[in-house]
């Protein structure tokens, strides 16, 4: 494959409302991350990709953006961001920036027009449609709960939103539409920016047939099979790619919902020229129940390795993969992959094992380098996110049994990996001087930053080897990847080689001692380990992890 440098590097994802509070009024900004990109750097980082900064409303935290050319003052305003422009290029740190294209903010200038009237010009930036007979135009369910559609009583017709109704799609039909939207990317990349994230842009072109789905079709089955993966959507992207994209040495990628091993190679394959990169969700939504995300399964193992090596198998020679475990929407990895309690630490290095050895860029969402873990507030009104709010108040009215339902918030809601991140054992944990917008977690005064900066036991000390070894070893990045084992139950045994070298890597994902013979490897040497113990022997212990090489 070829090899280039968003190949080559690690991405490190800021939720910046959660960073660092610089201006003590409890909301992160960007003074506040300029504060820290020496931390940042100092793991080995060489691209960070930082959630909507744009002004906003905020229904959806910056997913629902009011200006594409505006930073939000309370963030710090354009000037904030060409500053942290320059102190990132001052260290050799690429900035990503995340496009959300699919649908604006109801409060921007485009949809406020558009809603004036039918001749208005930004009428048709949006879908208007009449209904049938007092109802939506078809049954397609917003992602946030509800109707995909709105009533506008001036003008009679019903409006799409896949999110929240404050986040109306926009529509890229009208080629209007897309040169607006190819305009704001060449306005940031103008200003040198590195790349982009790009928010479900799998959604971007819709089925103009608006076929409603079968009845009892679940959500997570209408996001794959009715909005994902539209009829112009490869068209589309090429011509973002052409007009726009190809013009720079930028990054891409895509978050891809419904985006499956049938459809995802067409997005990153290099001779296609979309996108480099996209984010599946095939492990992330593996404990999604009938009822989707708050109706959790527990998770299959088996099912879960395999989705790796399904996905590099798909990919091989062809497109370029995204390695992560969580991010802004999901709730913390070491508590939902590992074991936050007993063995956090141990667990918590094993993914980052995970993370950095397998083929593909790794992405790591802040406060996982050093192991930050769920919250569980007592009570739905200490929960601010959109998602977790709409589910709650449809369980209500479902007559669902709400304690069942708290325990899914607590263990599902995006709330989880939004908590401020924990610096030190002061007020706030570091993060604020004043209250924070969401409560910080309790366990702070033992999970922070400060705590593991100079320790070397420390997860953060092992985040910043695993990575030095992953930049250091080519194979790690380029070679190949083998399951060696792919039906054992509770090891992760995989081979990555090229010419020059071969790694085994050894992941216990249980909390048992596991008998395992691993004098076999003794013409291997162990590169790192989150145990203290002799280079080889007969087990492995409760979430160990070992990568041996020669
Ligand atoms: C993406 C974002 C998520 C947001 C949604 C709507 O999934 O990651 O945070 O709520 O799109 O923009």
Redesign the pocket.
Known sequence: MKKTWWKEGIVYQIYPRSFKDSSGNGIGDIYGIIEKLDYIKSLGINMIWI?PMYSSPNE??G??ISDYRKISEEFGGNKAFDILLKEMHKRDLKLIMDL?S??SSDEHKWFEESKKGEDNPYHDYYFWKKGKSNKPPNNWLS?FSGSAWQWDSNLNKYYLHL?TKK?PDLNWENPRVRDEIYDVLNFWLSKGVDGFRM??ISFVSKRLDFPSAKKGTSLPQMMGNIYANGPRIHEFLKEMNKKVLSKYDVVTVG?G?GVNLKTGLKYVDENEQELNMVFHFDHLQIDYGPEGKFDPLPIDFIKFKKVFSDWDLYLKNKGWNSIFLG???FSRIVSRFGNDQKHRNESAKLLATLLMTLRGTPYVYQGDEIGMTNVKYPSIDYYDDV?TRNAWKEAEEQNKDMDIFLKAVHKQS?DNARTPLQWDNSRNAGFSSSKPWLDVNKNYNTINVELQQDNPDSILNYYREIIRIRKNNSTLIYGDFLDLEPNNEKLFIYKRWDKQKTFIIVLNFSDDKILCDLNDLSSMILVIGNYKKSAYGESMDPWEARVYSH
């Open positions: 959630c959806d935290n997913y629902d959300v699919n649908h992602v999110f986040q928010d479900v978050e919902p991010n802004h929407d998602e995006r």
